[in-house]
T-cell receptor, first 114, second 115 residues
Framework: AAGVIQSPRHLIKEKRETATLKCYPIPRHDTVYWYQQGPGQDPQFLISFYEKMQSDKGSIPDRFSAQQFSDYHSELNMSSLELGDSALYFC?????????????FGPGTRLTVL | AQSVTQLGSHVSVSEGALVLLRCNYSSSVPPYLFWYVQYPNQGLQLLLKYTTGATLVKGINGFEAEFKKSETSFHLTKPSAHMSDAAEYFCAVSDLQFGNEKLTFGTGTRLTIIP
């Protein structure tokens, strides 16, 4: 079965650079969630989209922005990167009946900021 | 706001022994509860979930969990541990009734299997 695809899998950036993370949800899933997992930490919710509209927002820095496109893929844009942004970034998708459905996670993008 | 507490950041059991990972939740409405497993350098894989209905939920890899409202618990168990069960386990809660579907995770429990 198709799974959530994230790209790139690994990304190394310098401080103050920008990064773009991409997420391709499972086919026919219309909801995307982004989570950040710091080293040794639990995943923290950043932001979510339903039908290309932002549906919820968590502890996402103002330096970050995200959107969901017409094909339902989503991109997380991160600017003015800081050392503390080094983390594993997960994308998860859910289906149309998302009130009873499950979030399926991608493999994550490991971002390292030097 | 909902939250989950996982008791024990590290749990070690012998191969073949019972696995018990504890999770207690706090929610103002009936919660939707999940257990995810994370292997090293990998993503989160759903083990099982509780939404409504039967309180004993069976998942993959022989794991099961029981929703106990009176104890606000959702502990994860497996009768006989296998070496391949060594991983990080996260309990999570979702407050779907308010349309707030984000997952709130516990701090995780690292399970080590002793040969």
């Amino acid at each position: 079965a198709a799974g959530v695809i994230q790209s790139p899998r690994h990304l190394i950036k310098e401080k103050r650079e920008t990064a773009t993370l991409k997420c391709y949800p499972i086919p026919r899933h219309d909801t995307v969630y982004w989570y950040q997992q710091g080293p040794g930490q639990d995943p923290q919710f950043l932001i979510s989209f339903y039908e290309k509209m932002q549906s919820d927002k968590g502890s996402i820095p103002d330096r970050f922005s995200a959107q969901q496109f017409s094909d339902y893929h989503s991109e997380l844009n991160m600017s003015s990167l800081e050392l503390g942004d080094s983390a594993l970034y997960f994308c998860a998708s859910a289906g149309t009946l998302s009130f009873t459905d499950t979030q399926y996670f991608g493999p994550g993008t490991r971002l390292t900021v030097l | 706001a909902q939250s989950v507490t996982q008791l024990g950041s590290h749990v070690s059991v012998s191969e073949g022994a019972l696995v018990l990972l504890r999770c207690n939740y706090s929610s103002s409405v009936p919660p939707y509860l999940f257990w995810y497993v994370q292997y090293p350098n990998q993503g989160l894989q759903l083990l099982l979930k509780y939404t409504t209905g039967a309180t004993l939920v069976k998942g993959i890899n022989g794991f099961e969990a029981e929703f106990k409202k009176s104890e606000t618990s959702f502990h994860l168990t497996k009768p006989s541990a296998h070496m391949s069960d060594a991983a990080e386990y996260f309990c999570a809660v979702s407050d779907l009734q308010f349309g707030n579907e984000k997952l709130t995770f516990g701090t995780g429990t690292r399970l080590t299997i002793i040969p």
